[in-house]
Structures are given as C-alpha cells and as structure tokens.
C-alpha cells in the first residue's frame, strides 16, 4: 500500500469519527410555581390560618381597649367645657398617653406575630426545599427551577411545571402523620 492510499485511509477514518455524533444523555428538568405550591400546600394553609385566628383572637381584647379610649375621648369632649381648662389639660395629657400606649401594644403584637409567623414559615419553606430536593434525586431531575413570586425561569414549556405533582406528594406527606396519630390516639 503506498504512502497516499494510507493518509487517505487514515483521513476518511478521521473524518468519520469527527462525524459520529456523540451519545447525548437527555437531562431532565422540570419548574415549580413556588407561589401556586405555598396556596395549596395544606401545611401552609394551616399555618395561615393559625395566624389568623391568633391574630384576631389578640386582636379583639386590644379592639376592646380601643374602643373604651374612643369611649373616653368622645366623652372628654363633652367634658371639657363643664370641667374647666386645667382639668382638660390633665385629661388631654392621659388621653395622649394612653393613646401612645395602645399604639405601642397594637405595633408589639403585630411584631410578636410577624416573629412567631415568621419562624415557623422558614421552617415549612425549608422543609419544602429539601422534600424537592429529594423528590429531584428519587425521579431522576437534573434540575428543578422555581417559579412565581421569585421567578428564575422567564418562561418553559408547561409540559415541564411539576407544581401538582409536588403539592400532592408534599400534602399527602404532611397528612400521612396527623393519620398516624389519630390512629394511635383511637387505640387508646
């Protein structure tokens, strides 16, 4: 064999294997509506609640407090005149101070549930986090993107929103152990 057939053997060898295309593994991703997940994730709705009936439960004992400062001021008005102006002076200034304290109590009770809130709703984000995360590596996800409020993805294809299959997984998750319980509770 001479010298060119060998070069044009080994170039057309080289030339195909250029050409063979190389195996793509398919990566598989999917997104999660963050925004649609957190409205219907039971465990969230319930905690939602449970902040809102605390929020009212406090809320009506300062409301009633409110409403006797009301009470008094109007009636200071009508009083006024009669008592005389050093009087009023007196009764304007612990008006002006009760009114700053409940100010103050309405803003620390606002604060105090915003903190408890708070804490617990870090903690249920959090344990959504990893309950994806493991989710991900049990279906063999290379990448699961969040969307809604906090939006990383500008837009995808809806065969890729795994939002249901997440707020199924996770509500029946967080229902399975309140089943339990109760279980437990009725052998009792």
Do not use: H
């Not at 612990?94 to 903190?115: D, F, G, I, R």
């Not at 809604?148 to 795994?162: C, H, N, P, Q, R």
């Not at 299959?165 to 109760?182: F, H, R, S």
Request: charged share 30%; net charge positive.
């Amino acid at each position: 064999m001479s010298k060119k057939a060998l070069v044009i053997i080994a170039l057309s060898i080289s030339l195909v294997a250029c050409n063979k295309p190389a195996e793509v593994k398919e990566v598989k991703t999917a997104y999660v509506d963050t925004s649609e997940l957190m409205k219907e994730y039971t465990e969230a709705k319930d905690l939602e609640a449970k902040y809102k009936t605390k929020a009212e439960e406090k809320g009506r004992q300062l409301e009633a407090e409110i409403n006797r400062f009301k009470q008094e001021a109007a009636s200071f008005q009508a009083q006024a005149q009669a008592n005389g102006q050093a009087w009023a002076q007196q009764k304007g200034a612990e008006l002006q101070k009760k009114e700053q304290q409940l100010s103050y109590a309405q803003q620390a009770l606002s604060q105090e549930l915003q903190q408890e809130s708070g804490k617990e709703m870090d903690s249920l984000v959090s344990g959504v986090k990893k309950f994806i995360k493991t989710y991900g590596k049990e279906k063999g996800y290379a990448y699961i993107y969040g969307t809604g409020d906090a939006a990383s993805i500008l837009y995808a294809e809806d065969k890729f929103d795994i939002t249901k299959e997440i707020i199924k997984a996770l509500n029946d998750k967080y229902k399975a152990p309140a089943k339990t319980e109760e279980k437990a509770e009725a052998k009792k």
